[in-house]
């Protein structure tokens, strides 16, 4: 038989002890924000019916982004490229058992077939953080908290980030209403907007002019009118009057209440999915080097109502693991994350057998310990004890048996201590503590 | 648009929070019995070439059970079935720069195209812990005490469940030296003692007598002495001083030291995939009404070295979620799990501002709080309280704003307490101590 490839999966990545330690902790600042609120865990298929995602995540993502196949029993499937059609789907399904508003998060993997790049990987881990069931501006007031409050658990500064805010109603008001366009022309105004600051002014100008077709001349000047609003207040007159900014304006004075800095209305702000009905918002780093969304969210009160349940409104947002490990590193807000095993205990000449059941004392009080059972060479055991990042080795040799005082070993400080059992499971007890 | 289905796809199924709560509940016990021996979490793709598992797994797995597809760029993948293969792959990878023996594990999901039964769902989640790169029955002894601490810190007795043992070498050296098969006359037998409880003894007697066509009457008095052996000291003597029985004492040994009770010598232990090459364990439930396999495990020396790397020798368990719960249930070992959030706070009145405040004041001290911002009945949101399983709601009105004394409601024992803020955060200081 020929040589299998110990490659990854194209797009996919391993997740080493060193990789996977990383990735827990960014899940555990989603974890600590997300239940901190009340929000609670849930868990869905990694396979649903390719239909879900044809309904309303956007064309692109149902043809061309699934990996979709056909199953032994004929049923169309795709692998989940995005949460937020399955938990509507099963709020759909307990719609009169649920309790509202239903706060529910999850953190998941997903596939898209993508071209790989840089924050980008084809199978890719999100939390997904949706509220169920409140029509109100309270209920974007406390995901954009929450969202505010995920970065500050990174450690970043308010000035590290920013998040924009506009919305779906007011851009819907702006196409039809203040520029007069049709539906179509609409869509691509939006497209346009979207990609403005990656094209060049000119190309911008001539794409809008297209757009405007007749209208140019009307047109033009009011597009520019618009992108030169930096605030509310800078709105042209018809805008700034209409309910959909009057929304914004009482969501803003939310936030401010809930101590939220880092806030601009942006209405050039047109986020990708299809789903959105009102409010949407991205998180963007500030560093000019890596000037991108972090995550957004919004509300789609329309996407339950799918699932044959009446409508219920719902506003979420999802970050991803590794736009956010960028922005950690980038940030250097990554700290120095040990193993999870707290004691490498090594064995010195014939104590095997006490060492076990030393090992086995330890861990009965909450310590975790490597046992060595190698044989390998004192100076290999400590290599592999500093290449797996564990904080302390013990070495048990007859005498330590027959004293009952152990040498733990802080590698970090290089300080040896002569400890008690009871002392050493003190000192595992105050440093958990520190850790909270 | 035609209304879309609100199940979950065939055989996968959905986790609300009650049901998410009780996973974690399993998944916690097993990380931290994995993590207490040293072992490191780590990930690893959903997708992977089918080809790995046709090495190995054996071919119903690889032919019939898999979800697998021709992804966009032609290539023939699977969704994992079972994480040996990947974790094998990934230790071939990183072949030089690992520590040994290392110690890795991970909780994941996985799927097989199987028909859909109790205990048995198509989409499943496990528990995978592996030890690489120790070739003594040291890494068997522990990879048993730990699949031994796992049943312990269910609550489980020690005559709850019981730990077979047997050895893919001894079976192998029975099959040929002591009933004189050849190799395909092997696997029929192997098949056939795997099934032995399923059928019945004449059944067994008559496809036992097909196996060893003329050798009948040679062959079937062995294989009776060989089921009529209870101990290892029972067997016929030609096995009894075999290389591969001094093994099984040997582990026998190390395991009594180690403190595991519940094991039995089981000379009929055949266990599933073709890959193992040594010890082989499975665990069972005692209980007559569900006496079967919960999980099992045993050393593959093989596999690292089929992906282009040096052999490494490897032993391995895998306990999965739904028998796992379904042993806690019948035992009635599942104990009530609280919802991660610890406070309800309903606003009474017009305090929604202060609510707001207080909520945040709260979180920045570590306790979890669902802020009320929905305006309903009262004892709807106790309705709703009760059902998430939240342990305290908190009412604050203006008279509450005012003295800053706050009435915290314990919904179990159905006792009110007037507390200030500092006795709040205190009061669940005392109490996540006590959890842990």
């Known amino acids: 038989m020929s040589t299998l490839s110990s490659l990854p999966y194209k797009g996919t990545r391993d997740f080493y002890p060193e990789d996977k330690r990383i990735q827990n902790y960014i899940f555990s600042i989603w974890r600590k924000v997300s239940e901190s609120y009340g929000y609670e865990e849930y868990g869905a298929p990694i396979l649903e019916p390719l239909e879900i995602y044809a309904a309303k995540s956007g064309q692109e993502l149902a043809n061309d982004q699934t990996y979709s196949f056909v199953d032994r029993g004929g049923r169309i499937v795709a692998i989940r490229p995005e949460m937020t059609p399955s938990i509507c789907r099963m709020v759909a399904l307990r719609r009169q058992e649920l309790a509202y508003p239903a706060r529910l998060y999850s953190i998941a993997n997903f596939m898209r077939y993508e071209r790989p790049q840089r924050g980008r990987e084809r199978e890719f881990w999100q939390l997904n953080v949706d509220i169920f069931g409140d029509d109100g501006v309270t209920a974007e007031a406390e995901i954009i908290s929450m969202s505010d409050d995920i970065m500050k658990a990174t450690g970043a500064k308010p000035e590290d980030y920013v998040i924009k805010i506009n919305n779906r109603k007011l851009i819907n008001f702006m196409m039809a209403q203040y520029l007069g366009l049709d539906a179509v022309q609409a869509q691509f105004m939006i497209k346009l907007l979207d990609r403005k600051d990656k094209i060049s002014g000119q190309d911008f100008t001539d ?172 100076d290999r055991q400590i290599k592999n004890v500093i290449k797996k990042n564990i904080p302390f080795i013990l070495f048990l040799g007859e005498d330590e048996v027959k004293s009952g005082v152990y040498t733990l070993k802080n590698i970090a400080k290089s300080e040896e201590y002569k400890l008690k059992f009871d002392e050493i499971v003190e000192l595992f007890a105050v440093r958990r503590k520190g850790e909270k």
């Open 207 to 378: 794409q809008a002019t297209e757009v405007f077709g007749e209208l140019a001349d009307v047109g033009l000047p009011k597009v520019e009118a618009l992108l030169n609003a930096t605030s509310m207040a800078d709105l042209p007159a018809e805008i700034r009057d209409s309910a959909a900014v009057a929304e914004v304006q009482e969501l803003f004075t939310l936030l401010e209440r809930a101590d939220v800095k880092s806030l601009v209305f942006d209405i050039t702000l047109m986020r990708g999915f299809d789903y959105y009905t009102g409010m949407v918002f991205e998180v963007f780093d500030t560093n000019p080097e890596n000037n991108r969304a972090l995550f957004g969210g919004g509300r789609y009160d329309g996407l339950v109502g799918l699932f044959g349940a009446e409508p219920i409104s719902a506003v979420g947002v999802a970050p991803g693991g590794t736009t956010f490990l960028n922005f950690l590193q980038s940030h250097n807000l990554m700290p120095n994350i040990n193993s999870s095993t707290d004691v490498y205990l090594s064995v010195l000449g014939d104590t095997t057998r006490e060492a076990t059941k030393l090992a086995n004392e330890f861990r009965t009080n909450g310590i975790n310990v490597e046992l060595d059972i190698s044989g390998r060479k004192l």
